[in-house]
């Protein structure tokens, strides 16, 4: 995220658009250290953000046109009408800073069009929330051409919005508020349910580890039903507890509101994933506020056997990392994001980063799976201007 990817975004606005662009915003793509599935749960979760961003050269337009532009995608300029916009009308990319453009006129804010162009290094599809970086680059930017002096939470809302109502996909809001809220050198704790967040210290670095994210490079094409089949299995079990959500079942009630679930074998094992994963959320925290960092590997490692055997969203790529991982000697593991392939993330010392990465992709040879994408994540800033 560099003045010299903004230098190249900007030229090419210029190539497309005619005339430099009013400004250069980024966002990043996020990974989620702890707290999975808990987001629609309005429960915890701790995402940090990556070096990877998206970019977007934006001018401000008052003719009522929206003209978009991606480097990452086949095909020319989109030119859309802001009035003309319509719910689940596009099934292509332009729905996602459409949506977000949709979502700021439906909350009442003038936004009267723009010309757009942007570039990406988040992968897309990997569960690394390229979806979100796109939405919040394009919020982050009409907020500030529009002077709608929204903060970064009210912008995360709307992306949202945009991504549930016009897109269509029923996401949670945990990855556009990473994207618009998080800082260099720190996770984001954030309660889903009001948004209140803290950041907490998490510089790996300092302290001789890192994290690894090994993207698969699968996704198992069943993984939008299944999100939908467990959003609703969580929904269930929210109401036969009589609860609002998920996260109003406390840590210690747990046994009890099991028992009340009875024969409900399905709804039992997404209750006791959600109620015990806000729980981790909670232990990670106070782990690393007191100092005590290397100890949250065998909480993120309890998490992913909780996604594995209760959520029952891993697959055999993801198990694979994990197991490998750990038998190479890594300090925790597990799955991140929607599940069902996507990306694994793995704690490890600094002297076993090349053992365990030398490992997974071995382990991934030896079963004749496609060669996993490794690299280091390092918490980095959320969405800023550049220029
Ligand atoms: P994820 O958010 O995990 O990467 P999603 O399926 O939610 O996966 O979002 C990926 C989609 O977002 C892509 O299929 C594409 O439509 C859109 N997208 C992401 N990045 C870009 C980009 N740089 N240019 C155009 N579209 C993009
Ligand atoms: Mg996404």
């Known amino acids: 995220m560099s003045e010299a990817a903004a230098e190249v975004v900007a030229g090419r606005f210029e190539e497309l658009y005619g005339a430099a ?4 915003w980024a966002a ?3 990974v989620n250290l702890i707290g999975e599935h808990t987001d629609y749960n309005d429960g915890f979760v701790m995402p940090f953000a990556l070096p990877h961003t998206t970019v977007a050269a934006v001018s401000r337009r ?4 929206l003209r978009l532009h991606s480097s990452d995608i086949e095909g020319g300029v989109a030119d859309l009408r ?3 916009l319509e719910p689940e009308s596009d099934g292509t990319w332009t729905a996602y800073p459409a949506g977000v453009v949709w979502a700021l006129v439906q909350a009442g804010h003038p936004v009267t069009g723009a010309d757009v162009h942007l570039a990406s290094t988040v992968p ?3 569960g690394l929330s390229s979806s979100a970086a796109l939405e919040v680059v394009v919020a982050l930017a009409l907020n500030d051409l529009y002077g709608l002096g929204l903060k970064g939470w009210q912008l995360a809302r709307l992306c949202q919005r945009g991504e549930n109502v016009y897109v269509g996909a029923p996401v949670g809001i ?3 508020t990473a994207s618009a809220c998080c800082t260099a050198g720190h996770a984001l704790f954030l309660d889903t349910r009001d948004l209140s967040q803290r950041q907490i210290p998490f510089d790996l670095a300092a302290e001789g580890m890192r994290l690894l994210v090994v993207d698969t490079q699968v996704k198992h094409e069943h993984s939008t039903g299944e999100y939908g089949r467990r959003r609703a299995g969580c929904e269930k079990g929210a109401a036969l507890l009589g609860v609002d959500a998920l996260r109003d079942v406390p840590y210690d009630g747990l046994d009890a509101a099991l028992d009340r679930l009875g024969d409900e074998e399905e709804v039992r ?3 006791r994933h959600v109620v015990t994963e806000d729980e981790r959320v909670e232990r990670v925290v106070s782990l690393l506020e007191s100092g005590r960092t290397r100890e949250i590997g065998p909480v993120l490692t309890e998490g992913h056997a909780s996604l594995r055997d209760d959520f029952r969203i891993s697959c055999a790529e993801l198990d694979l990392v994990v197991d490998t991982a750990l038998s190479a000697g890594a300090l925790g593991a597990r799955m991140t994001g929607g599940g069902f392939g996507g990306s694994a993330i793995v704690l490890v010392e600094v002297p076993d980063v090349d053992t365990v ?3 997974v992709k071995e382990a991934f040879a030896a079963a004749d799976f496609r060669a996993p994408r490794v690299f280091e994540a390092v918490p980095s800033a959320g969405a800023l201007r550049l220029r």
């Open 21 to 24: 662009p009013q400004g250069v």
């Open 82 to 84: 802001v009035d003309a």
């Open 124 to 126: 897309a599809g990997a």
């Open 28 to 30: 990043p793509g996020r």
């Open 62 to 65: 008052t003719d009522g046109v």
């Open 357 to 359: 990465t030398k490992a």
């Open 269 to 271: 094992r997404l209750v």
């Open 174 to 176: 945990m990855d556009q």
